[in-house]
T-cell receptor, first 111, second 112 residues
Framework: GENVEQHPSTLSVQEGDSAVIKCTYS??????FPWYKQELGKGPQLIID?????GEKKDQRIAVTLNKTAKHFSLHITETQPEDSAVYFC??????????FGDGTTLTVKP | GAGVSQSPSNKVTEKGKDVELRCDPI?????LYWYRQRLGQGLEFLIY????????KSGLPSDRFSAERTGESVSTLTIQRTQQEDSAVYLC??????????FGPGTRLTVL
């Protein structure tokens, strides 16, 4: 089955700096990679996603890159703000298979 | 409603009792997942339903845990003889196959 590894498990940055979270996956059939943000006391919410026919996708301060050859994808947050502090999860999906989540990254943005 | 709903939102039970948690997925979503999230930890996969296929139960931690889903509708997660280590938030998500998941608000289970 699919195996997703996520690094780092915790990340602390200064407000205004960039944050990068990386995930690797094992199943070459995976073709859809969503990222979720989970704020304290709430369920995960989708923030950005990418499909395997695209190498990069950007939405304001958030971007995701995908390297299919190396089987890794990354979340980039620029100009971080305190409200970006949350737990971030990556996931990998095949067309018909279940979502496999990374273990999560706790991001703390210090004002 | 348009989203995934779960009930109850909070459940406090005594050790040894059985509990049943309910998930109402988004209509039309054939995939349904249950996850457990202990305080300050990541999402722990429990079980996955996809249409009429046999469910993937590989994440269930013990035989005290079971889940059912009839067709593409409601799912129930049952925990028998609850233990204190079962205390967690239980999250349900539904999706189209291979697509983003929509999560419910979760059920916070506290076993005293």
């Amino acid at each position: 089955g699919e195996n997703v590894e996520q690094h780092p498990s915790t990340l602390s940055v200064q407000e205004g700096d960039s944050a990068v979270i990386k995930c690797t996956y094992s199943d070459s059939a995976s073709n859809y990679f969503p990222w979720y943000k989970q704020e304290l006391g709430k369920g995960p919410q989708l923030i950005i996603d990418i499909r395997s026919n695209v190498g990069e996708k950007k939405d304001q301060r958030i971007a995701v890159t995908l390297n299919k050859t190396a089987k890794h994808f990354s979340l980039h947050i620029t100009e971080t703000q305190p409200e970006d502090s949350a737990v971030y999860f990556c996931a990998a999906n095949t067309n018909a298979g279940k979502s496999t989540f990374g273990d999560g990254t706790t991001l703390t943005v210090k004002p | 409603g348009a989203g995934v709903s779960q009930s109850p939102s909070n459940k406090v039970t005594e050790k040894g009792k059985d509990v049943e948690l309910r998930c109402d997925p988004i209509s039309g979503h054939t995939a349904l997942y249950w996850y457990r999230q202990r305080l300050g930890q990541g999402l722990e996969f429990l079980i996955y339903f996809q249409g009429n296929s046999a469910p993937d139960k590989s994440g269930l931690p013990s035989d005290r845990f079971s889940a059912e889903r009839t067709g593409e509708s409601v799912s129930t997660l049952t925990i028998q003889r609850t233990q204190q280590e079962d205390s967690a938030v239980y999250l349900c998500a539904s999706s189209h196959p291979g697509a983003r998941g929509f999560f419910g608000p979760g059920t916070r289970l506290t076993v005293l």
